[in-house]
């Protein structure tokens, strides 16, 4: 900023002083003349870096001659400190991961403004305006503005880029993006243990008297078997055929069952001890030899 303040044409010259309320400003404060129809014109300049201290501060010029001091109008300063940063505060350098359904808190914030910035929030393409808290707090002689977005996210917001922008005046400065990276719950996730469980249970619940049934199948059929075993005779090998005797004779062996075998073949059996038929044998002339019967 530079001002200039000049007296009349004086003699002797006159002298100024720059003030900042009431305190004196030398920094960046000078003095020259010049020559006025043969009087001195004091010309008075204050350079300086406008900060954000100066806000609201009157700035003016003293003017001193012998005894007398004059002041000009008052100059009260405006400083506006614009918007040039913008960050979310609890973001990641990594995508922030979290599980669908969770709830997330967001915190945005400005640099200290004046005026007060004003903070929107994106969700890639959309906006957010629900659950937005929007707060300030001061800083310096200006404003933070501070943003908090609170949102459940969901399975459509895995990878997506959540953004803050703040707006000053005509400037408008976004944040850096935070990537989200959404872990989501699928059907089979949840209904898949119970489901199991269900079928477990089901199946527990059908094979356990199939098992059962079969289990007492096999022992009905091992003791019929048994019973079998002890009730019918073994059977004979040599029974299948006729035996030849020592002279070549055909022999047939018949042997006596015993009571309970006749009953269950429910035939009536002549009870006999073991008796040897020998078949007749013709000679090759035609003629019978012999016949022979012998009982054993």
């Excluded at 989501?184 to 199991?196: Q, V, Y």
């Excluded at 079928?199 to 059962?212: Q, S």
Aim: with cysteine; aromatic share 6%.
């Amino acid at each position: 900023m530079l001002l200039v303040c000049e007296t009349n044409p004086t003699k002797p010259p006159s002298n100024i002083t720059w003030m900042k309320d009431d305190d004196i400003i030398t920094t960046g404060a000078s003095s020259s003349t010049r020559e006025d129809g043969g009087l001195t014109v004091t010309v008075g300049r204050l350079t300086m870096e406008v900060t954000r201290e100066f806000h609201m501060k009157r700035i003016y010029c003293v003017g001193s001659y012998e005894e007398t001091i004059l002041r000009t109008n008052t100059i009260l300063l405006h400083v506006d400190v614009p918007l040039v940063d913008i960050s979310i505060i609890n973001s990641t350098n990594l995508p922030m991961a979290m599980t669908e359904n969770e709830d997330v808190t967001l915190v945005c914030e400005t640099n200290p403004t004046r005026p007060l910035s004003t903070i929107i929030w994106t969700r890639g393409n959309q906006t957010l305006t629900e659950d937005v808290t929007s707060t300030s707090r001061a800083s310096d002689g200006a404003v933070v503005a501070v943003s908090m977005a609170t949102f459940t996210v969901s399975c459509d917001d895995h990878l997506s880029r959540i953004q803050c922008s703040g707006f000053y005046k005509s400037t408008r400065i976004a944040s850096k993006s935070q990537t989200l990276f959404v872990h989501c719950i699928e059907k089979e996730d949840i209904s898949g243990p119970t489901f199991s469980a269900g079928v477990g249970v089901g199946m527990t619940i059908c094979l356990v008297p199939l098992l059962v049934a079969a289990a007492v199948y096999i022992l009905w059929w091992k003791r019929r078997n048994t019973m079998k075993d002890k009730t019918e005779p073994p059977e004979s090998t040599d029974s299948a055929a006729p035996r030849q005797s020592d002279d070549g004779h055909n022999t047939n062996m018949y042997e006596s069952m015993d009571h309970s075998a006749r009953e269950r073949k429910d035939t009536a059996y002549e009870e006999l001890h073991m008796q040897v038929y020998e078949n007749t044998v013709f000679q090759p002339t035609g003629s019978l030899d012999h016949v022979i019967r012998e009982d054993v």
